[in-house]
């Protein structure tokens, strides 16, 4: 075949091609115009619907999580699921009504209209209405408060025979015992209500700041108590005793502590008061009145909730990130229900003297440089308090009314404090309404009150009896007979201690009240 020939058969042959890549072409770009197509589609889905679809379907909360829940600020809660968001509300509105704030209850079940148009909230709307027409008026007048002071986690460390051992035996509660004192109150009907429910500060018709009687409404056979907590510091002494460490924020925003354990591991978990009521009144929220929880009183003198905020640990390389943290945990006690009050920096003996001819223990130079320094080193980091509770129960007078002549509880009143608590463990308990301020005694159920209660034969001298019997409270594991001993729990001391610690077990200021009433 010559050049020119195979010339020719190559031009046919690319002539041939041409004409049937031209037939496709069509076909071809229908194909391209499709898949173009199809992208598009499928970027606008992506883009522009998927990304507004509603969230995953919420879990709803269990009836005793539900009031802590974060909720949307009216409605229902956000979810996909109506019937789930019906039943969260439905259960945040039961632990609401569980704790007799029918009024708040209510109102939550009718915040969203249609929601209120659901059988199941009228029904529950209609059981609230009528258990809050049921309630009547509890007796504010008396009304007992009872204390305690860090309970011991671990009594083979806190009552090993040791200088301390004394001590922890006679004002320091188990954690056995508080746990049985809680099922004792509960069961006799007991419900916790904060000290500003029993009385409050108002105005009277000329705008001068007067006090007047709360209005607690419980269920009938219902009785209230106020409950509070000492010295929640964690003093250096203690370490390795058998108690927990600090306060901390646990990781459901509630309080709770941390223990070291013997492998110098710290644990997280209901190692104090704080956290055990916590868990008491999740499991039974009708044991908090409208969520009242305990008042937890601070010293200053070594720091606050287990942080060494003195300013004596300025020098700490912690200290202000101690200060920073409990400034948080003091909000956090707040936010849950918890009040906070003064027990003074120091732990003096602040009020009046057992000792012939001498007015108050300690001078007034001792006395106002502590008020102040609590003011700068305690108040600073968890805000202003109104109450005040007596280190040793030692009041700034005795049983007769506040006076204006008083330049101590004037000094006092100067700072903010409105309500002042001392002990008597003498009767189940003992208010008195000033014009401008609520004194309340307090009753210490430690292992010297428990002790003399269960070793008592009279039962008229039983000062735990309207409680409690404390035989069925009393831990066996703690050493016998129970003596007081109280000068390892106190910073310092000036003048002599009432016999047998008065201001803890029969304080006299409170103990002669009877005659006031």
Known sequence: MSRTDFRRRQARRHRRKLVGLSRHLPTIFAVILILALLGAGIFALTRFVLKRQPPRPAVAASPSDAASQPQPSGGLPVSANPADSLESLLSQAAFLAAGYDYDKAISLLKEDASAAEEPAVAEAISSYEAAKAALVPADVKNVPHVFFHSLIMDTAKAFDGDSRTPGYNSVMTTKDEFLKILDALYNDGYVLVRIHDIAYETTDENGNPVFTWGNILLPEGKKPIVMSQDDVCYYSYMKDDGFASRIIIGNDGKPTCEMTLDDGTVSTGSYDLIPILEDFIKEHPDFSYKGARAIIAL?????????????????????????????????????????????????????????????YQISDERFYADTDKWETEVESLIGPTDIY??????????WKPYSDENYRYQY???????????????????????PDYLRM?????????????????????????DLFDASQIFDSSRPTPVTWSYDHTQNETSGAAPSQATAQSENTAAAQAAASQ
């Not at 509770?389 to 005795?398: H, S, Y």
């Not at 006092?412 to 000033?434: E, H, M």
């Not at 009753?443 to 001298?461: A, E, F, H, V």
């Open 412 to 434: 006092l009143r100067s700072k903010g404090f409105r309500y002042f608590c001392n002990v008597d463990a003498s009767k189940p308990s003992w208010i008195q309404k000033g």
């Open 441 to 465: 005694a307090r009753r210490n159920l430690d292992g010297y009150r428990l002790y003399q209660d269960m070793i008592q034969t009279d039962p008229s001298k039983k000062r735990l009896a």
């Open 389 to 398: 509770i007596f280190p040793n129960g030692n009041d700034v007078a005795d």
């Open 299 to 359: 010293t200053g003198y070594e720091g606050i909730l287990g942080y060494r905020t003195a300013a004596s640990y300025s020098d700490s390389p912690t200290y202000e990130s101690d200060r920073e943290q409990a400034a948080k945990v003091a909000q956090c006690l707040r936010d849950n229900g918890w009040e906070l009050a003064s027990h003074s920096w120091g732990h003096l003996w602040m009020g009046v003297s057992s000792v012939p001819g001498q007015t």
